[in-house]
């Protein structure tokens, strides 16, 4: 951030002891802003034999008297409160976050207690030092623009199909990367091993430089984001690129112990030896990671990232558990271990603006779990984000067992507290699977918001672009099988968004993938695809009507009587039935973009201006 917009104020704590009686208060005091609340507390360190993070809890209670609304935030250990600068691992920070609704004063008051397991039982006794202190601080207007997050204010889940931004009432739609699902593992990050880097050139090499995006990085816009002397500029370049082509979403891994990869984790590591030698018998979660202690700089270097992120308008999807190691810290019930992990995840990272909880990507998780834990997270999550699961697609097991049609049906509508399905799905299954969760969570009285982040089979996905340098005997390009299938297919079903798998048989592959411009043309035409619905469609009240073509797929969207949208995968002609009045057509080309063409009154067979794939615009003629 840029001196001259910092602002940094240090507030008396009206009824803290002597020794905390100042908090530290930083970040720019505007409306959805991060503003940080930092307290001198007992000094401490990742390893302190009374455990900083499970037997200390710190809550602040954020109110703002002229509304009467109120926000209780989960804090935790910062080390010594620079240490994405410093590395640290011990001191006596202690830090909240919080990002503000409301213009005008707001209030706060500190709860800082102490005892075994506090941070997730509660209880326990006052732990001094802040305990008690309250301060106030007054909010101004942001003056930030799109695409930033905070020009659009909170992505919120209103019960409705499309997530809505809190401050413009925009609904959102989203497009990006669902790979590689190790981004996080990242040399610049403290505390992440190239655990099998040794193995010889023969195993894929995990760890990312993101080297290819070291061209996209740009001093002004991202050095504040940077750490340790300029650390982090290729992974902010890479973020930098895929915003650029008109991307706003991407997906990652929070934990991946003991998976595919099996180097991404915010626990702290007993040592690099014993995660070397445990990580290669899949034994690191249980033999080299403290299983209720934290990295407290790799975390702090992560949200400098997710911060970044959040200056160019994009969605966070943390994919909160890998499928091989999602019962790790248990299947069926709800353990101390992941209660502690979900709460530092949400003290740390809630804050931001556009984001969901996933609970776990190719869940194998007991049903009974998976209600728990959203409801946990529900209790815990001041802001309530999107809560979603991910499952293995149909037909994946043919015993329906810890698969797509196993867990939706006994999750969907008020069997749970999720907001949503994260799908995935073969190209042919999509547009189906899209709308029939739109449609059976909106029958049951508690409407799911659907996208589809993940596109199988698992070799292929989405190919890499047949003008990419880097593909070389790789699967052929499935452009258009991506656009038709996966792009408008979950558009045109109803659903919110998608992000792009990468599959192994790709060259750059959901697990070593470094260059996201493997994917150019791709972003280029999901960015098309955006434009379409957020310039011509009130797609909020529109859905899913194929039912009026009747035609395979060709998909049709609607608001009836109103407005219809059309997309034919090979062109050609069809009939729409339309009700009686005058209407007009206007062609759009999901492959180049551009502008609509020239209205023409609608005809008994609509056709195409070819043979390509087309998308059609179809209002009420103005003559």
């Keep these: 951030m840029k001196q001259q917009y910092h602002i940094l104020l240090i507030l008396s704590c009206f009824s803290a002891p002597l ?55 989960p804090g935790y250990f910062a080390a010594d409160g620079r240490s994405a600068e410093t590395g640290a691992s011990a001191g006596r920070i202690w830090r909240v976050h919080f990002s503000p609704d409301q213009i005008g004063e707001w209030r706060y ?16 006794a006052s732990a001094g030092f802040m305990d008690g202190a309250k301060g106030k601080f007054t909010i101004q207007p942001s003056d930030k623009k799109l695409p930033d997050n905070r020009a659009n204010g909170r992505l919120q889940y209103t019960g409705e199909r499309y997530l809505q931004y809190a401050e413009t009432k925009t609904y959102c739609l989203k497009a990006g990367a669902d790979s590689p699902e190790n981004l996080l593992h990242y040399v610049d990050f403290d505390g992440t091993l190239n655990a099998y880097g040794h193995l010889g050139k023969d195993r894929p090499q995990l760890m990312k430089t993101w080297a290819p995006h070291a061209q996209d990085y740009q001093v002004q816009e991202c050095s504040p984001y940077t750490w340790q002397g300029g650390k982090g500029k290729n992974l902010l370049g890479a973020l930098r690129y895929l915003a650029g082509k008109g991307m706003n979403a991407v997906s990652f891994l ?23 030698r445990a990580s290669l018998i899949s034994k690191s979660w249980a033999q080299a990671l403290h299983q209720d202690r934290f990295d407290c700089s790799k975390l702090d270097q992560w949200e400098k990232v997710f911060s970044y992120a959040e200056t160019k308008g994009f969605f966070l999807h943390f994919k909160t558990f890998e499928n091989e190691s999602n019962s790790l810290m248990g299947r069926s019930t709800l353990s101390p271990e992941r209660k502690l992990y979900y709460r530092e995840l949400i003290a740390r990272f809630g804050h931001h603006l556009a984001l969901n909880w996933n609970l776990s990507e190719e869940t194998t998780m007991d ?47 008020n069997q749970s507290v999720l907001t949503g399905p994260s799908l995935q799905l073969n190209h042919g299954e999509i547009h189906k699977e899209v709308k029939r969760w739109v449609d059976t969570s909106a029958v049951l009285g508690h409407q799911w918001v659907a996208a589809n982040d993940e596109q199988g089979p698992a070799n292929g996905g989405v190919h890499t672009d047949a ?99 059309l997309y034919l995968p090979n062109g050609g002609s069809t009939t729409l039935k339309l009700p009686a009045g005058n209407w007009q057509i206007q062609w ?29 615009l179809i209002t009420k003629s103005k003559s």
């Design 19 to 73: 020794w905390g009686q100042k908090a530290k208060l930083e970040g720019v005091l505007q409306k959805w802003h991060n503003i940080s609340l930092s307290f001198q507390g007992p000094k401490s360190s990742e390893t302190a034999a009374t455990n900083p993070f499970s037997d200390y809890r710190l809550e602040v209670e954020f109110s703002h008297p002229a509304t009467g609304s109120s926000y209780r935030i």
């Design 109 to 124: 008051q500190v709860s800082f207690t102490q005892g075994k397991q506090v941070a997730i039982n509660g209880g326990g």
């Design 254 to 276: 929070t934990f991946s112990a003991d998976g595919d990869d099996g180097c991404v984790f915010p626990h702290l590591a007993k040592s690099d030896s014993a995660l070397m």
């Design 367 to 413: 049903v009974a779990l998976i209600r728990a834990t959203a409801q946990y997270i529900q209790s815990i999550d001041p802001y309530q984000h999107h809560r979603v699961i991910h499952t293995f697609p149909p037909g994946h097991n043919p015993n329906n067992t810890y698969a797509f049609n196993y867990y939706y049906p006994q999750l969907v509508g």
């Design 467 to 565: 003008s990419y340098p880097g593909n070389k005997g790789q699967l052929p390009d499935n452009a258009k099988s991506v656009r038709h299938r996966v792009l408008w297919g979950t558009l045109m079903a109803g659903g919110w968004g998608v992000e792009y798998y990468f599959g192994y048989q790709t060259g750059e592959t959901d697990l070593t993938a470094q260059d996201w411009r493997s994917r150019d043309q791709k972003w280029a035409e999901a960015a098309h695809a955006l434009h379409f619905f957020r310039t011509y469609l009130p797609y909020w009240k529109m859905s899913s009507a194929d039912h009026l073509c009747g035609i395979a797929d060709v998909y049709v969207f609607a608001q009836a009587g109103e407005i219809y949208a």
């Design 588 to 616: 759009y080309n999901p492959r180049q973009g551009g502008a609509l063409s020239k209205a023409e009154p609608v005809k008994e067979s609509i056709s195409a201006p070819d043979t390509e794939d087309w998308a059609a």
